[in-house]
């Protein structure tokens, strides 16, 4: 069974930072899509950034570039989101999802994924 487990979320200034992991389990951790995901309230949830472990690349919402980093790390089955410079409209509840087998370019489209951990809650006050 594929889990996915995220943690490091909470309450940071603006200008802050956090680094979001989401531990997956049920899957071998070197054939994946890892996407992050968020969703505030009163919105639809939307793509943050991207990794796939065969091209390698990594993709970003453009209000995020520059100041998000995705990662995995494959001897932890574990994937990173550093957030840096957070700014009150980061705000929202984080999602990390996965697919399984993946081939090619990864995508921010929520649909092209199978698995989704719970979420974990980022706050950024003024």
């Known amino acids: 069974e594929v889990q996915l487990v995220e943690s490091g979320g909470g309450l940071v200034q603006a200008g802050g930072s956090l680094r979001l992991s989401c531990a997956a389990s049920?899957?071998?951790?070197?054939?994946?899509?890892i996407g992050w995901f968020r969703q505030a309230p009163g919105k639809e949830r939307e793509g943050v950034s991207c990794?796939?472990?065969?091209?390698?690349?990594?993709y970003y919402l453009d209000s995020v570039k520059g100041r998000f980093t995705i990662s995995g790390d494959n001897a932890k089955n574990t994937a990173y989101l550093q957030m840096n410079s957070l700014k009150p409209e980061d705000r929202a509840v984080y999602y990390c999802?996965?697919?399984?087998?993946?081939?090619?370019?990864?995508?921010?489209?929520?649909?092209?994924?199978?698995?989704w951990g719970q979420g974990t809650q980022v706050t950024v006050s003024s």
């Open positions: 999802a996965a697919r399984t087998p993946w081939i090619g370019s990864c995508s921010l489209v929520n649909l092209e994924y199978d698995y």
């Open positions: 049920g899957f071998t951790f070197d054939d994946y899509a």
């Open positions: 990794i796939s472990s065969s091209e390698g690349r990594t």
